[in-house]
């Protein structure tokens, strides 16, 4: 089936670590998105990338990195810089021929223990 | 760049209409585009408009004027399972096609 899937849907960190955040599909889509989502709250951009190996700063890209080395993949790696990383973790994508619906992934929920 | 402006609350009751409006600034608008999301799940696509008009989808409708950059999101015959969050969305010619959403509305149904 086509689809964008996130994966862990779970998913814990340490004080100071590192975590990545996976975000693939298959649907060969040009547009991929980060979001941050707090309870509550409304969809906050952290990166956006239209073409790979390109990428941009969203509103809230401070302590966030992203890779975009495949079309089909753009994973999300959450820095020990980010100080208050808890939060629900939504990824996007939509084709850029035309104006066509995003489809978001199922999400993923990080929690610092 | 783009912003966009909803409410963000608004309470109705089971088989009323409500209506969400949205309005919106961008300096090269590709479409106003609509979105749900229930607590806890992901966002879905429900409506889009291009042109000005209404367009009509069941029991969803969305209406667009270009001219005074507004649109709004009508819901009639309100169920309890329309409780959740709605989203307006923007497409921008001149930001790389970005889109970018609104705050979001939190509709409550009530009985």
């Known amino acids: 089936d086509g689809g964008i899937t996130q994966s862990p849907k779970y998913l814990f960190r340490k004080e100071g670590q590192n975590v990545t955040l996976s975000c693939e599909q298959n649907?060969?889509?040009?547009?991929m998105y980060w979001y941050r989502q707090d309870p509550g709250q409304g969809l906050r951009l952290i990166y956006y990338?239209?073409?790979?190996?390109?990428?941009q700063k969203g509103d809230i890209a401070e302590g966030y990195s992203v890779s975009r080395e495949k079309k089909e993949s753009f994973p999300l790696t959450v820095t020990s810089a980010q100080k208050n990383p808890t939060a629900f973790y939504l990824c996007?994508?939509?084709?850029?021929?035309?104006?066509?619906?995003?489809?978001f992934g199922q999400g993923t929920r990080l929690t610092v223990v | 760049g783009q912003s966009l402006e909803q409410p963000s609350e608004v309470t109705a009751v089971e088989g009323a209409i409500v209506q969400i409006n949205c309005t919106y600034q961008?300096?090269?608008?590709?479409?106003l585009s609509w979105y749900q999301q229930h607590d806890g799940g992901a966002p879905t696509f429900l409506s889009y408009?291009?042109?000005?008009g209404l367009e009509e989808t069941g029991r969803f409708s969305s209406f667009l004027s270009r001219s005074d950059s507004y649109g709004y999101l009508l819901l009639q015959e309100l169920q309890m399972k329309d409780s959740a969050s709605y989203f307006c969305?923007?497409?921008?010619?001149?930001?790389?096609?970005?889109?970018?959403f609104g705050g979001g509305t939190r509709l409550m149904v009530k009985p």
């Open positions: 990338s239209q073409i790979v190996n390109d990428f």
């Open positions: 961008t300096s090269g608008f590709y479409g």
């Open positions: 969305a923007v497409r921008d010619h001149n930001a790389g096609n970005m889109l970018t």
């Open positions: 649907l060969n889509h040009d547009a």
């Open positions: 408009n291009a042109l000005d």
């Open positions: 996007a994508t939509h084709s850029l021929q035309g104006y066509t619906e995003a489809f």
